[in-house]
């Protein structure tokens, strides 16, 4: 219960950012700060009462639920995650300058997101969690300047590549463990007995694992995410965001370490990327870059002892994450604080900040000295756990020395890059610094962190109540079996290490200016890691459209052609499956209807004339009426007879717009596309002899015509179905028709139609609009309101009889056309309808009979009431939506390719004066 | 038998415009592929029962197939918004717009987006459209 309402919490907080930081500008950091201890005080109640599993129902029919659950290993990640956020929230309420609505969002939505990570024990939710992380750091890099769009796109492309193999792993895991709930599939028994499995899930969660903590070859993106201000660095990309790789090696350990590969894998990638990444952290002279290649480095050494496996070694990376937390972040914020009041970040610029601001100097030495693991501080006992368990590694002595070694030589750079960061900037007269508004917040986040890594190394027992059983829940051990926690472990050959490495990194730094004449300025690498990324992505949008070229031709034959001549072979398949004509009966009306089609079809196929095919497409339509007529669908019938007509008419509006006869084609042409029409001509004939017709009454069918009357009080069936039983579809398909009214107009809006060619009459009596238009305003006057009446009666009767909302709202479109076309011009048209807000109007109507029917239990269930004798049925209501939305389509189409050029004209110039009109507004307004 | 011919002409002489480099063509192929479409939905119904299904207790002997005919029905409204929508793609497409055709020679074209085919328009409606455009540059320019 604790944890869905911390979830939950976590989430209200994110809706509730927006409007705090409106209210409270910059000063919502404090508040949102305390919310989030708050929420570290209801994990830790949670934690302390055992209140430890929740479970929401998700998606129950396939068994995915919001499963929460808190161990050892999640209750440690969720107080780094909280505390920490605290932290930087309190830094950020000074720090940030602009913009600060999105930012205190997006940082409170990452905090849920990681929340719900930790805390996640389905792999579904899991994975969702973890893809919200890298959505949110994209966010916050990508907002934090001009120049962060390409940074921004290459971290979200590596880190949504490690997102794309954790999905793998997940979907691996789910479909051997058959099921998605994490405590289940990490006790499953497939981790031991099938190597295959173990081996495949413990190489793509490395490489998720890999890209998020910024593991060589794919830590580019994290030193490019450093265009982010300095409480993004802080947070996401030293204490949260990247540990979430670490987390999740942790979460999975006990699984995939039964995989042979699992540890050989991770010491590899952890050690080197733990020493390269030291050297590179050495070459720079930007603090920001430094403590990223740093950041780097020290995810390599997590990395590495994961890879070990033991519960020592997952103690160490327990205390190593608490510690590394602790001082990266501190570290970030001291130098957004430097950048902040000198302007500066390169250790080349900056001198004499100890005289400038003794405080938080003191600060970033304590700092410097937790990360170069000095005594007494955090990161002095977890380096030691580190050496220690590399040294007690199961792979035997030499391999355990071996490593220890290694880290000892990252251990040598880091104290190296540690203390450079201090010798040459700290000394000296005082800088100058700018007045800023104050800097409690900053040095008050900065001191709490520092300090916190004094404090818990020099009463470092404090942290074995949540360091051991987080280590205990990773190595697959029970508590007890962790041994605590000590400063001081005695003399050993760890200490002897940690002391070669404290030795090693003075001497380096006395000698530094050697080592930067080695180093500095010279690429270890021909190449960098961004520009590989860069490489990679470019090197993919050519490929694609290099694959694109194929297809990319304006022709319709070119796209068209291809899947014709499929559909004449598929033929040939449908012939194999031939069983005989089926036992239809023809009549002699069948044949006669032929013909004319078929006719028509030729007339189509070979006029020169535009008006002339259209015409024949007509006469084509035309024979499809009387086919439904003759196959008793009197309201399909009915339908496509007002359709044909509409068609016509909005066919003659688009010929206006073109040239009276088809441009000639080559006859070469025409002889290949006759042979595929042929082809699949035949085939469709083929498929539907054998594919129609061979049985009797559908089962859905016999059960509409038996029970339609009784169930719906209709007895038009086809009515019932659309309105009644297949509402749904029904709702879907005047969406549609909503959607076509839209895009008619957006499109005519963004480019205006062809202009009208301008025909030269004779002068005749013809050629006089007025009196041309008078036989049909006669017409008009007669038949419009009779018209509109009938339409009525359709959509009324359309339950029982012949009608529906479709059939009435062609009639009513059919009886506006007609009086569209009765007006002498175009300039006193009446038809200046809303016909959007008609289609939108049809779509609410619609959706709101289809709410009416929850009251009955259903969505779109019809409900029935007798009124005087009378039955009612809310289906109407539901006809009445349709009704609206082919309106507003129809109209749509009438109206906006109806206009003549100088209507267009006219337009624009209306459309020009309201867009003056509402600048002139908004001047006003300022 | 003639249910399934009438299917077989009209997606042939579908096919055949579908092909053709005239926009009207090709969206008169489109019309007459969905009435091919529609009739062979019909056809699943079965030809020999050919009763309308209307009244309160028909002969499911005798009686059509309701099913197919309501999916139809909509079937062709949809179809008639596409073509509509179809019909306006043909007049306001970027280099067809004048002539409703695609000009011979495009197919190597690999940017068929380009608005410099524009000038295909007549003049006066291009001058109209840089006047408006200019308008519009201007009133962003004089907002503070």
Redesign the interface.
């Known amino acids: 219960m604790s944890l869905g309402l911390a979830i939950g919490g976590a989430w209200a907080l994110v809706a509730a950012a927006p409007l705090l930081t409106r209210v409270l500008g910059r000063r919502a950091g404090w508040l949102l700060a305390a919310c989030l201890l708050g929420l570290t005080a209801l994990v830790v109640s949670a934690r302390s009462t055992g209140d430890v599993q929740a479970e929401y129902a998700w998606m129950p029919t396939i068994g995915v639920s919001l499963r929460l659950r808190l161990d050892g290993l999640s209750f440690l990640f969720a107080l780094v995650v909280l505390v920490v956020g605290a932290l930087v929230l309190v830094y950020s309420s000074s720090y940030v300058r602009t913009r600060t609505s999105g930012f205190f969002t997006l940082m409170t939505g990452f905090v849920a997101a990681m929340l719900l990570l930790v805390l996640a024990d389905d792999l579904v939710v899991l994975f969702v969690a973890w893809e919200l992380t890298t959505l949110c750091s994209y966010l916050l890099v990508l907002r934090s300047g001009s120049r962060a769009g390409a940074p921004a796109t290459r971290v979200l492309l590596v880190t949504a590549a490690g997102g794309l193999s954790l999905l793998g792993a997940v979907a691996v895991m789910v479909v051997r463990t058959g099921t998605t709930h994490l405590t289940a599939v990490l006790e499953h028994p497939a981790w031991q007995q099938d190597p295959t499995f173990a081996g495949t899930v413990a190489v793509l969660v490395a490489f998720a694992a890999m890209t998020k903590s910024a593991q060589m070859p794919f830590h580019s993106w994290l030193p490019d995410a450093m265009v982010a201000p300095a409480p993004v660095s802080a947070y996401l990309h030293a204490a949260a965001m990247v540990k979430a790789g670490i987390f999740l090696l942790m979460l999975l350990a006990p699984g995939a370490s039964a995989s042979a590969l699992w540890t050989p894998l991770l010491l590899t990638v952890g050690l080197t990327t733990s020493v390269v990444g030291g050297l590179f952290a050495l070459q720079r002279t930007d603090l920001k870059e430094l403590l990223a290649y740093s950041t780097v480095s020290q995810l390599g050494l997590l990395v590495a002892v994961i890879g070990v496996g033991t519960s020592g070694a997952m103690l160490a990376a327990s205390v190593h994450v608490v510690a590394h937390a602790l001082f990266k972040s501190a570290a970030f914020m001291s130098v957004g604080l430097i950048e902040t009041r000198t302007g500066s970040r390169d250790i080349r610029e900056l001198r004499g900040l100890w005289r400038a601001m003794p405080g938080d100097s003191l600060m970033l030495v304590l700092t410097a000295a937790s990360m170069a693991a000095l005594p007494p501080l955090l990161g002095f006992v977890s380096k030691e756990l580190v050496l220690d368990a590399m040294l007690h590694s199961p792979a035997g002595a030499v391999t355990g020395w071996v490593t220890a070694l290694v880290v000892t030589a990252g251990a040598v750079l880091t104290v190296a890059y540690s203390l450079r960061m201090l010798v040459t900037t700290l000394p000296g007269p005082a800088a100058q610094v700018t007045p800023w508004r104050t800097t409690v917040p900053m040095s008050l986040a900065i001191g709490t962190a520092a300090v916190g890594g004094l404090v818990l190394g020099l009463a470092v027992p404090l942290l074995d109540a949540v360091a051991a059983p987080a280590a205990a829940v990773a190595a697959g051990v029970p508590v007890a079996d962790v041994y605590p926690l000590a400063l001081w472990h005695g003399l050993n050959a760890a200490l002897a290490l940690s002391a070669v490495a404290i030795l090693g990194g003075v001497g380096l730094t006395v000698a530094r200016h050697r080592v930067d004449r080695v180093l500095v300025g010279r690429a270890l690498l021909p190449f960098t890691g961004a520009q590989v990324v860069q490489r990679c992505y470019e090197g993919a949008i050519a490929l694609g459209r290099r694959v694109g070229?194929v297809t990319?031709?304006?022709?319709?034959?070119?796209h068209?052609?291809l899947p014709?001549a499929g559909?004449g072979a598929a033929g040939v398949l449908v012939a194999m499956l031939w069983q005989g004509?089926?036992?239809?009966?023809?009549q002699p009306l069948?044949?006669a209807?032929?013909a004319a089609?078929?006719l028509g079809?030729?007339i189509?196929?070979r006029a020169g004339s535009?008006l002339t095919?259209?015409i024949a497409?007509g006469v084509?339509?035309f024979a499809?009426v009387l086919?439904?007529l003759?196959?008793?669908?009197?309201?399909?019938a009915l339908?496509?007879l007002l359709?044909e007509i509409?068609?016509v008419v909005?066919?003659v509006l688009?010929?206006r717009?073109?040239?009276p006869r088809?441009?000639p084609?080559p006859r070469r042409?025409h002889v290949g596309?006759?042979v595929?029409?042929?082809a699949?001509?035949?085939?469709?004939?083929l498929a539907?002899?054998t594919?129609?017709?061979h049985?009797?009454?559908?089962q859905?069918?016999?059960f509409?015509?038996?029970e339609?009357?009784t169930l719906t009080g209709g007895?038009?069936?086809?009515n019932t179905?659309?309105v009644d039983f297949?509402a749904l579809?029904?709702l879907g398909?005047l969406v549609?028709?909503a959607i076509?009214?839209l895009?008619?107009t957006a499109?005519?809006d963004?480019?205006?139609?062809?202009?009208r060619a301008d025909v030269a009459l004779l002068d005749s009596p013809v050629a006089d609009p007025h009196r041309n238009a008078l036989f049909l305003q006669v017409l008009d006057r007669a038949l419009v309101p009779v018209m509109l009446a009938a339409s009525l009666y359709a959509l009324l009767r359309g339950h029982n009889?012949?009608g529906g909302g479709?059939i009435a709202a062609?009639v009513g479109a059919a009886a506006l056309v007609l009086a569209y076309l009765a007006a002498p011009t175009d300039a006193v048209s009446r038809l200046e309808r809303p016909f959007l807000s008609i289609a939108g109007a049809g779509v609410v109507v619609a959706v709101g009979t289809g709410l009416l029917g929850l009251l009955d239990g259903s969505f779109l269930r019809p409900l029935h009431v007798d009124v005087l004798g009378l039955h009612l049925t809310s289906a109407l209501l539901f006809d009445v939506g349709v009704y609206l939305a082919?309106l507003g389509?129809?109209l749509?189409?009438i109206h906006?390719?109806g206009l003549s050029?100088s209507d267009d004209?006219r337009r624009?110039a209306d459309a020009?004066a309201d867009?003056?009109a509402v600048?002139d507004e908004?001047?006003g307004a300022? | 038998?003639?249910?399934?011919?009438?299917?077989?002409?009209?997606?042939?002489?579908a096919?055949?415009?579908?092909?053709?480099?005239?926009?009207?063509?090709?969206i008169?192929g489109f019309?007459?592929l969905s009435?091919?479409v529609?009739?062979?939905l019909?056809?699943?119904?079965?030809?020999?029962?050919?009763?309308?299904?209307?009244?309160?207790?028909?002969d499911?002997l005798v009686?059509?197939?309701?099913?197919?005919?309501?999916f139809?029905?909509?079937a062709?409204?949809?179809a008639?918004?596409?073509?509509?929508?179809l019909?306006?793609?043909?007049?306001?497409g970027?280099?067809s717009?004048?002539?409703?055709?695609?000009a011979p020679g495009?197919?190597d074209?690999?940017h068929?987006d380009d608005l410099d085919t524009d000038q295909h328009?007549?003049g006066?409606?291009q001058t109209?459209?840089y006047r408006?455009d200019d308008?519009?540059t201007v009133?962003e320019g004089?907002?503070?």
């Open positions: 070229d990319r031709s304006d022709q319709p034959a070119a068209l052609a014709l559909v004509v089926p036992a239809g009966s023809t069948d044949v209807l032929l089609l078929a079809v030729v189509v196929a535009r095919s259209v497409v084509v339509g499809v086919w439904f003759v196959l008793g669908a009197s309201d399909v339908t496509q359709v509409l068609t909005v066919m688009v010929l717009r073109m040239p088809f441009a084609e042409r596309s006759l595929i029409s042929v699949a001509g035949v085939a469709a004939t539907t002899l594919f129609t017709g049985r009797g009454l559908s859905v069918g016999e509409f015509l038996r339609a009357k007895t038009n069936v086809v179905i659309l297949r579809d029904t398909e549609v028709l076509g009214a895009a008619v499109l005519l963004a480019r205006p139609a062809a202009p009889a012949p479709f062609l082919v389509v129809v749509a189409a906006r390719l050029p004209a624009e020009d867009w003056r600048e908004e001047v300022r | 038998m003639t249910l399934a011919l009438t299917v077989g002409v009209l997606v042939a002489g096919a055949y415009l579908l092909q053709r480099r005239e926009l009207l063509r090709v008169l019309v007459l009435h091919a529609n009739l062979l019909m056809a699943a119904g079965g030809t020999d029962r050919r009763g309308e299904p209307l009244g309160t207790d028909p499911p009686t059509g197939d309701p099913l197919p005919q309501a139809v029905l909509t062709i409204v949809i008639f918004a596409i073509t509509i929508y019909l306006v793609l043909a007049v306001t970027s280099r717009e004048a002539a409703g055709t695609v495009d197919d074209d690999p068929p328009r007549t006066q409606h109209e459209q408006t308008h519009r009133g004089s907002t503070p």
